[in-house]
């Protein structure tokens, strides 16, 4: 006798998958946002809102956790007036 998931949980597992699918995209299209914006040498002030990002901090933890220091590093700092 083989059992079979009840359709609740495929349904659950299937709407996993998708999150998982759609949070990738996401990532992938921030990443090349960000590798845009840093070729065009915008600072992390400017980049920021316009990747999607709140603020330069999460931003910048966004590209630690995905390992992409260079980005980080490639993005420069609004100069002070001063």
């Known amino acids: 006798m083989t059992t079979t998931a009840p359709y609740y949980i495929e349904n659950l597992r299937r709407a996993r998958l998708a999150r998982t699918a759609r949070a990738a995209e996401l990532t992938t299209a921030r990443l090349e946002d960000l590798e845009h914006l840093?070729?065009?040498?915008?600072t992390r002030e400017a980049a920021a809102p316009?990747?999607?990002f709140p603020t330069v901090e999460a931003m910048e933890r966004f590209c630690r956790r995905m390992g992409r220091h260079d980005l980080i590093k490639s993005l420069p700092l609004q100069r002070s007036a001063a």
């Open 38 to 42: 840093a070729a065009a040498r915008v």
């Open 50 to 52: 316009r990747a999607g």
